[in-house]
């Protein structure tokens, strides 16, 4: 998730942020001024979807989020990760790496972030959505258990 910690991926940070990352942290840093503004310019309709990490979890960031009128995806513990999503950050991670210096702060790291994904290729979006049915495949496969994906 692109709001969780400033970051695309938790392993090397955009962004650098101080201390652990809490659910007043979440709430305040990212949620309050980029998330929901963001979720509730897409429209009634849209839905936030987390991996279910404590901070996205924490009951204030749930008391925030329902009283923002923020739809959220219920997401069993555990589950597999079938979501090509996690591709699609990925490769956004490495464009805005490779072709940007270090932010500055939320707002420029959110400036490249939407350059970034407006550049992004059609093709990549085809691909990732073509490979669902291989994903599932699969998941069953294995049964649940861990995928190449």
């Known amino acids: 998730m692109v709001w969780g910690a400033f970051s695309l991926h938790h392993r090397t940070p955009l962004f650098h942020v101080q201390g652990n990352l809490t ?13 929901v503004p963001t979720l509730q310019q897409m ?42 999503i996690e591709n699609l950050w990925d490769e956004l991670d490495r464009k805005v790496r490779s072709n940007h210096p270090p932010p500055r702060d939320v707002q420029h790291l959110y400036q490249m972030l939407q350059a970034e994904w407006q550049a992004l290729p059609q093709r990549i979006f085809t691909t990732l959505v073509n490979s669902m049915r291989t994903r599932c495949v699969e998941c069953q496969n294995s049964q649940g258990g861990y995928t190449h994906y």
Do not use: H, K
């Open 43 to 84: 429209g009634s309709q849209t839905v936030d979807q987390d991996d279910n990490a404590r901070p996205y979890r924490a009951r204030v960031v749930n008391d925030f989020l329902q009283q923002s009128g923020v739809n959220r995806m219920e997401w069993p513990a555990c589950s597999p990760d079938l979501n090509p």
């Open 23 to 35: 659910g007043l942290r979440y709430r305040d840093e990212i949620l309050r001024s980029l998330a």
